[in-house]
């Protein structure tokens, strides 16, 4: 396939409401990057982690070039601010889950569009889920306190429930963003604390509270996909 075809297929089929809020979050980015002197970095971080959200909720596979860009300068942010669970995270696990993802997301694609094939957990899988979430949880707590993580409770949750997240992100499940609405819900109040104790990460802070809205978006818009398919 021909770039040109690609890039045509990849920016075809945008919503109004898309469309809608990336101006804002871009429009509010940048008034936090030249009002309020905002960390460049924090950014860039949160720039490509909204293209590539929007970008993935739409199921196409150029998701993952925003994604590998804003993980590098999210770990970058995590370790400024002593946030280890999510430096590791992103480090150990996003990055190379990232990659998997891209050619996962690259055997599932429809031919006509290139958007991905949506998949569903089935009872057994989210049972499975479950049982191992309540051990994971607590020895990442325990781990995250152990190096004296700044916020060991709140990084914990979103470092484990993120690390499922992406896993079912590779996997094209809609549970995804059940889990996102949980570790950006999380985030944003982590990242709202340390914004009122002083931090200048106003872009992340916003970031992350598109990023809830997104979840909840897109896990509408799949549910629609998947009963047009069972339908």
């Given at each position: ?10 920016l ?29 970095i ?73 958007v ?22 607590i ?7 152990y ?22 992100t ?36 916003v ?25």
């Amino acid at each position: 396939m021909k770039l040109t075809e690609f890039i045509s297929k990849e920016l075809n089929g945008w919503k109004n409401f898309e469309i809608v809020i990336l101006l804002i979050a871009f429009s509010l980015i940048s008034i936090n990057a030249f009002v309020l002197d905002d960390n460049i970095i924090a950014i860039i971080s949160a720039l490509c982690g909204i293209l590539y959200t929007v970008i993935a909720g739409k199921g196409k596979i150029s998701c993952y070039l925003f994604g590998l860009c804003g993980s590098g300068c999210y770990a970058y942010l995590a370790l400024s601010n002593a946030l280890f669970g999510n430096l590791i995270l992103y480090l150990c696990y996003y990055i190379p889950a990232q990659i998997i993802g891209f050619f996962s997301w690259k055997k599932n694609l429809r031919k006509q569009d290139l958007v991905i094939i949506k998949t569903k957990l089935t009872n057994k899988q989210k049972i499975s889920l479950i049982l191992i979430s309540v051990p994971g949880l607590i020895t990442t707590y325990f781990a995250l306190k152990y190096f004296n993580d700044t916020s060991p409770t709140l990084d914990s949750i979103t470092t484990f429930f993120s690390v499922i997240g992406m896993y079912l992100t590779v996997k094209r499940c809609i549970e995804q963003w059940l889990v996102w609405l949980v570790v950006n819900s999380l985030s944003f109040i982590m990242w709202l604390n340390l914004v009122i104790h002083g931090q200048r990460a106003y872009s992340t802070l916003v970031m992350w509270g598109i990023y809830v809205l997104l979840a909840l978006y897109f896990y509408r818009e799949w549910q629609k996909d998947l009963r047009r398919i069972i339908d």
